[in-house]
Structures are given as structure tokens and as C-alpha cells.
Antibody, heavy 119, light 109 residues
């Protein structure tokens, strides 16, 4: 059974930094692209970033490009999202997702971790 | 403003068939597979349809997906009270990013 466990969500001040982690189990982590998706309070789902199986190719939404960095450690079965220059509008539940084999689009999802950006 | 356009709400009575539309463009739905998710507040989203019309194991055949040109649809037949949730479409865009619809809140009357 696929399990994705996010951690690292906290209250952080505007302009601050944070690193989210996602521990994966139940599948061959190194064989799947992975993504981060977020949901701001009262809003819909927003794709944030994706990474290829080996980590050499990464993609970002325009809203986070230049501020967020996605990475993975296949030896630890862990996905990361480094978030810098955080803004109030980054406040959201952040979901880690195992992508479909047919596209860098989520197939299985974690339960999410809440990031709150506020002074 | 989401890249993919969905109606904000839909409704039906138990046993009815409802459809939810998802409109995109030639740079996203027109070129790539469409995926559909069911999302209940406070829980992880659940994949309902992948590759336009394929159901993961465990998803009832009451749920079906279709795609034509730059639009896609999710149909739910034999509507049940537990189907009340938010539904999202998603696909890849040639701007090299994933894109979601704004979501449709389904109410079972």
C-alpha cells in the first residue's frame, strides 16, 4: 500500500524559509516522478512543483518559481520542498503526491501538512 | 483564475446521473490526458479517473470519464449521498506545469 507522510508544516513569518519532507513507502520510490500540490484556505487545489525519477528534471508553477526548490533523496525514499521568501499567499495545506506513470500528475496523495505564513 | 474551467457547483438527487465539465485549451487538455479527483475536506484527494477514462482499482464503475478536443467530463451515475464532495480535473500543460480546474462542489439533495 502506498504511504506518503508529509512533515515540516509550521507557522512562519513572511519572508521566512521552511523545508517540507515527504517520507514514502509501499512502492519503489525511485521509479516514480513526484509532485507537490497545495490548497489554500477556502480555495481549490493548485499544482506547485514536480520532479523526475532521478531528480534531474524539475518543474514549478509560476507562483513559486525562483522561491521554492523541489528535490528528492532516493536512498532515503524522501521528497523535499524547500520554501524561501514565504508570503501570506503561500499559506496552505501542502500535499505530497506519487505521480501517474503516464504524466507528472498526482496518482496517490499524502494527508498533507499545513503551512501558515503570518506575522 | 484556474487554467481549467469547471462549474463551481453541481447537484442531483439519489439515483440520478450528474456530469461535471472541465474546459481547457490546445496546450493542455487538447494534448494530454485528463485526471479526475474526489476531495473531502480534511482528507487526501482520491484519484477517480486517469488517462481520460480509466478507473483505478476500487473505484466504482458509477464513475466514468470522457474527453473530446479541449474539454473533458466526469459522469457519476446512481448518485449516492457519499458522493457529496469536491471534484477536480487536472492535466499537464505545455507551459511545463500541472494544472487543475477550480473544483466543483457536488451536493446530493
Amino acid at each position: 500500500e502506498v504511504q506518503l507522510l508529509e512533515s515540516g508544516g509550521v507557522l512562519v513569518q513572511p519572508g521566512g524559509s521552511l523545508r517540507l519532507s515527504c517520507a514514502a513507502s509501499g512502492f519503489t520510490f525511485s521509479s516514480y516522478a513526484m509532485s507537490w500540490v497545495r490548497q489554500a484556505p477556502g480555495k481549490g487545489l493548485e499544482w506547485v512543483s514536480g520532479i523526475s525519477t532521478g531528480g534531474s528534471t524539475t518543474y514549478y508553477a509560476d507562483s513559486v518559481k525562483g522561491r521554492f526548490t523541489i528535490s528528492r533523496d532516493n536512498s532515503k525514499n524522501t521528497l523535499y520542498l524547500q520554501m524561501n521568501s514565504l508570503r501570506a499567499e503561500d499559506t496552505a495545506v501542502y500535499y505530497c503526491a506519487k505521480d501517474a506513470t503516464s504524466a507528472m500528475i498526482p496518482h496517490s496523495w499524502g494527508q498533507g501538512t499545513l503551512v501558515t505564513v503570518s506575522s | 483564475q484556474s487554467v481549467l474551467t469547471q462549474p463551481p457547483s453541481a447537484s442531483g438527487t439519489p439515483g440520478q446521473r450528474v456530469t461535471i465539465s472541465c474546459s481547457g485549451s490546445s496546450s493542455n487538455i487538447g494534448l494530454n490526458y485528463v485526471y479526475w479527483y474526489q476531495h473531502l475536506p480534511g482528507t487526501a484527494p482520491k484519484l477517480l479517473i486517469y488517462m481520460n477514462n480509466q478507473r483505478p482499482s476500487g473505484v466504482p464503475d458509477r464513475f466514468s470519464g470522457s474527453k473530446s478536443g479541449t474539454s473533458a467530463s466526469l459522469a457519476i451515475s446512481g448518485l449516492r449521498s457519499e458522493d457529496e464532495a469536491d471534484y477536480y480535473c487536472a492535466t499537464w500543460d505545455d507551459s511545463l506545469s500541472g494544472v487543475f480546474g477550480g473544483g466543483t462542489k457536488l451536493t446530493v439533495l
